[in-house]
């Protein structure tokens, strides 16, 4: 049979084909992103598309579910915070569909504020967690995720990590299973959540999940593999191939793919045939917590810890004091901090921040919360999606009742401000904060990757769609004066702060200038020079930020090979040093 070296994420993107899922709804978010980049191939047997948040992409996939169809939401770990508050009701309510939730966490924290574990999410909600361990099991387990929503009558959650989501293993391709469409009927019992129908729908719940509890003792996502008596370990997701390498040949194992609710009885068989038992994951102590609780002596957290990812070197070492002979190839690798791109449009708005001392800048999750870093500093805070706006408020708020003038800029980007920005701009305006919210438009999602939003005019199929302007948002919601400038003129942006902070109406500042990147929109080429002779070395456009500029021989200096002719630099120069030039 031919087989297909496919990511994790694209191996579940080809599960929900094979699935015969009908419905998916997402928002990007590494590392779960490239499942729904993976999806359009499949558009002509299901819809697939980008939703402005990860609350509305779960809405979109359960209301899917309650029509009769087999659905997918995904998104990254964070994203299931925004999201629960549907996800957890529609443990109680049940599915008609198969419904099927993946959580792509991020043990070490490679693109994401924290390092949560969502397996509690299952554990909280009560509904069904399956964890794979390679790109083969991202489409089987998929498959048999949605036989057990439908089964079970409630959601999956689909937990991957970030070395499950993007490292790449061989999937055997199956046909995809069509599936008949549950004919809808209207039953409020079931689907309107009144606190009458949530009291009688509970149960229901508790016995389904009962129900999966036993039928795990038995099912073929869980797996013995009994190689010994001496030892034993109890592993899921990619922690399982961390110990198949870490341990010894003749160790035994169980292998958890449901791994909520766990099947005990199957787990205290399988301690009872080795003589010392270890339990192998990332994160939080999970699965420990419940079989030290059900009474199973074992180890595990004491030894592996529950910080950042885990290896099979890092295993070998804190379990078995084995450390890896390493070689000293007498090379310091140089550190190179994220910054913003050459000709990034953000540069210019916070080189124009970077000047004022009587404001703070709270800022949002993005490309452009690079922001913060040396040499612009011109970002304080920075929390959560949306919170740009919001923390500003309370911190206007903070200001103001103990007399302290300091003006506020909330700042997020477009794909933020469709995201859960709207809100923030609301409250800013309803509860008279002296705020003074910045859209940041590039014109696309820029930190997952160049995803289309509400405001880019195309959607994740490639359709032409109707791009809301940001300003009739604004303008709709109440903001009298709403100042667009292109941040790449330094001018026009100092402008529009000196008018919002002077506006005596409510007034909002949009950024505006797509980022350079994105493919259909033409850019002007160009690159800049220094003249060396008028150059005085005095560092000033250094503090732009751009990675094309340097020192040499006292003088100011632009890589050609990265240099795109923003002219910041030029603007900034106070000798005029620094000229613009175009290519051919």
């Known amino acids: 049979m031919k087989r297909h070296l496919l990511s994790g994420n694209e191996a579940i993107a080809r599960g929900a084909f094979e699935a015969g899922v009908t419905v998916c709804s997402a928002y990007p978010g590494t590392p779960s992103t490239e499942i729904f980049e993976s999806l359009p191939q499949y558009k002509e047997a299901l819809y697939c598309e980008w939703a402005p948040n990860e609350k509305v992409a779960a809405e979109v996939a359960y209301g899917a579910s309650a029509a009769g169809v087999r659905s997918l939401c995904a998104m990254k770990h964070v994203g299931l915070n925004v999201a629960a508050d549907p996800v957890f009701t529609a443990a109680y309510n049940g599915v008609t569909g198969g419904f099927v939730v993946v959580s792509a966490d991020d043990p070490s924290m490679h693109s994401s504020q924290n390092e949560q574990d969502n397996r509690y999410y299952a554990k909280a909600a009560r509904i069904a967690l399956v964890e794979p361990s390679d790109s083969q099991e991202c489409v089987d387990f998929l498959k048999e995720a949605y036989n057990l929503s439908e089964r079970f009558d409630m959601p999956v959650l689909f937990r991957t990590t970030t070395r499950i989501s993007h490292s790449k293993s061989l999937v055997a391709f199956g046909e995809r299973e069509e599936r008949p469409v549950r004919p809808y009927r209207k039953d409020p019992g079931k689907y309107i959540c009144a606190p009458a129908n949530a009291y009688r729908n509970h149960p229901k719940a508790e016995a389904n999940l009962a129900a999966l509890a036993e039928y795990g003792e038995t099912c073929s996502l869980n797996r013995v593999e009994l190689n010994g008596a001496k030892v034993g370990v109890i592993t899921a997701s990619v922690a399982y191939q961390y110990a198949k390498d870490a341990f010894p040949e003749d160790t035994s194992f169980l292998k958890l793919g449901l791994t909520y609710p766990l099947p005990m009885k199957l787990i205290r068989d399988f301690a009872a045939k080795v003589e010392t038992l270890y339990i192998i994951e990332e994160l939080e102590p999970f699965l420990e917590e419940q079989i030290r609780a059900a009474g199973i002596p074992c180890t595990g957290k004491a030894l592996t810890g529950n910080l950042y990812e885990l290896n099979p070197q890092l295993l070998a070492e804190r379990i078995f004091q084995s450390r890896p002979p390493t070689v000293d190839v007498g090379v310091k690798a140089v550190s190179r901090p994220p910054?913003?791109?050459?000709?990034?449009?953000?540069?210019?708005?916070?080189?124009?921040?970077?000047?004022?001392?009587?404001?703070?800048?709270?800022?949002?999750?993005?490309?452009?919360?690079?922001?913060?870093?040396?040499?612009?500093?011109?970002?304080?805070?920075?929390?959560?999606?949306?919170?740009?706006?919001?923390?500003?408020?309370?911190?206007?708020?903070?200001?103001?009742?103990?007399?302290?003038?300091?003006?506020?800029?909330?700042?997020?980007?477009?794909?933020?401000?469709?995201?859960?920005?709207?809100?923030?701009?609301?409250?800013?305006?309803?509860?008279?904060?002296?705020?003074?919210?910045?859209?940041?438009?590039?014109?696309?999602?820029?930190?997952?990757?160049?995803?289309?939003n509400p405001g880019s005019g195309f959607t994740l199929q490639g359709e032409i769609a109707a791009a809301i302007k940001i300003e009739d948002v604004l303008h709709a919601l109440g903001y009298q004066t709403v100042l667009i400038a292109d941040p790449q003129d330094l001018t026009a942006m100092q402008k529009a702060v000196d008018d919002a902070l002077a506006s005596e109406v409510p007034a909002a500042i949009i950024a505006r200038r797509p980022c350079l990147l994105i493919k259909r929109i033409p850019h002007d080429a160009g690159r800049c020079e220094v003249d060396r002779e008028t150059c005085v070395g005095c560092k000033k456009c250094l503090k732009v930020g751009c990675p094309a500029l340097s020192m040499e021989e006292g003088k100011a200096r632009i890589d050609p090979n990265q240099c795109v002719g923003c002219t910041v630099c030029a603007q900034v120069c106070p000798k005029g040093a620094i000229t613009g030039k175009e290519t051919k």
């Open 339 to 452: 910054a913003l791109c050459p000709g990034c449009p953000h540069r210019g708005f916070f080189y124009t921040m970077s000047k004022g001392k009587d404001y703070v800048v709270t800022g949002d999750i993005g490309c452009y919360t690079l922001g913060a870093s040396a040499p612009l500093n011109a970002i304080d805070t920075c929390v959560c999606m949306g919170g740009g706006f919001s923390m500003g408020m309370g911190m206007a708020k903070a200001f103001e009742a103990t007399g302290q003038k300091k003006k506020v800029f909330g700042v997020m980007g477009d794909s933020t401000f469709f995201h859960s920005g709207m809100t923030g701009a609301a409250e800013i305006l309803y509860n008279k904060g002296s705020v003074i919210p910045v859209v940041l438009d590039n014109s696309i999602t820029g930190m997952t990757g160049h995803q289309d």
